[in-house]
Each structure stands twice: as structure tokens, then as C-alpha cells.
């Protein structure tokens, strides 16, 4: 009796699992492996760049009075976990995508860069699971408010940065043409 007709023979092979059986993955905060979205990559990517401004400020204001080298290398360590952890959302951006990290070697190459980075921003990932890894869970609403806020904060910054710099600039024109 062949295993072909017979239904009740093992089957012989490994990809019986079906699509619909495996589980989404939590997206991890500090991780290099598995998959990240495009609306998670930029609710962190923005979120974590508000709070490290805020931790690199603070550090410089306590150090520096004590000694300005001090003040330095609170920064310059803030600013290496600040790049660390920029990298690693970019690697699993990557792997939602289904490529490599090493992709992120193209961010060193004018308008490749760019490119690249409308790729990460706009494309949307593979869907199911890849080598990388399962899919990530349905966004929360958490992550819905932080992005909403992070875009708004960033309006609100190049708004205040205009309030300031308008008024700056038609003064220095006056002072020019005197």
C-alpha cells in the first residue's frame, strides 16, 4: 500500500504547518531580530528621539558644572545608545521587509540613503511569516496615539522654529540694508 493512498500513513513532510496557526510576535523594544512595521518604525524612531533629547539635555546640564569632560562623555554615551537603538529599529524594518540587516550599510550612500529610506517608510512589509520571523501584532492604540503625537510635535516644532526664525531673518535684512 502506497503512503500516497493510504490516509492514515505520516505525512512526509515539514510544511504542514499552516499560515493561519502561527502566532503574531510581540515587537521587543531593544531587539536586532525579528519584524517591525512602518507605523511602529516611526512612532519610535520619534518617541525615542524626544526622550533621548531629554535624557542627552539633562546629562549635560548635571556633568558639565562638575567637570566639562564628564559632561562630554554623558553625551557622547547617550548618543551611542541613541544610535544603537535607531539602528536595530531599522534592522527589523528591514526584516518586515525580508531583507538582510546589512541593507542598513546603504544609509552611508548619497540618494541611496534617501531611497532607502522611502523604501522603509512606504513599502509595506511581507505578509505572513518569513525568515525572520511571524508577523508582529495589530497595532494598539497606544502606538496609534504616539504616532498622532509625534506627528503633531513635529508640526508644532517647525512652527516654532518659523515663529523664531522669521522675525530673526527680516531683522538681519534690515540691518544688511543699513
Known amino acids: 500500500m502506497s503512503t ?19 502566532q503574531p510576535a510581540e515587537p521587543k523594544i531593544f531587539s536586532f531580530s525579528g519584524r517591525l512595521g512602518r507605523l511602529r518604525l516611526v512612532t519610535y524612531l520619534l518617541v525615542s528621539s524626544f526622550i533621548f533629547m531629554v535624557a542627552c539635555s539633562l546629562a ?8 566639562a569632560w564628564l559632561g562630554a562623555l554623558a553625551y557622547v554615551v547617550l548618543l551611542l545608545v541613541s ?61 496609534i496615539v504616539g504616532f498622532i503625537l509625534s506627528i503633531f510635535f513635529g508640526i508644532a516644532s517647525i512652527g516654532i522654529i518659523a515663529a523664531i526664525a522669521i522675525p530673526a531673518y527680516q531683522n538681519y535684512v534690515e540691518r544688511a540694508q543699513m
Not at 549635560?60 to 567637570?67: D, L
Not at 534592522?91 to 548619497?110: A, Q
Request: hydrophobic letters at 45%; aromatic letters at 12%; glycine letters at 10%.
Open 4 to 22: 500516497v493512498a493510504n490516509p492514515y500513513a505520516s505525512p512526509e513532510t515539514a510544511d504542514l504547518v499552516q499560515e493561519k496557526d502561527i
Open 60 to 67: 549635560v546640564a548635571v556633568f558639565t558644572p562638575v567637570s
Open 83 to 143: 544610535m544603537v537603538y535607531g539602528f536595530s529599529l531599522y534592522v527589523r524594518r528591514l526584516h518586515d521587509l525580508g531583507h538582510s540587516g546589512i541593507w542598513l550599510l546603504l544609509f552611508v550612500l548619497p540618494l541611496v540613503n534617501l531611497g532607502l529610506l522611502i523604501y522603509l517608510l512606504f513599502f509595506p512589509g511581507k505578509e505572513g511569516t518569513n525568515e525572520y520571523g511571524p508577523r508582529t501584532i495589530p497595532n494598539s492604540s497606544g502606538v
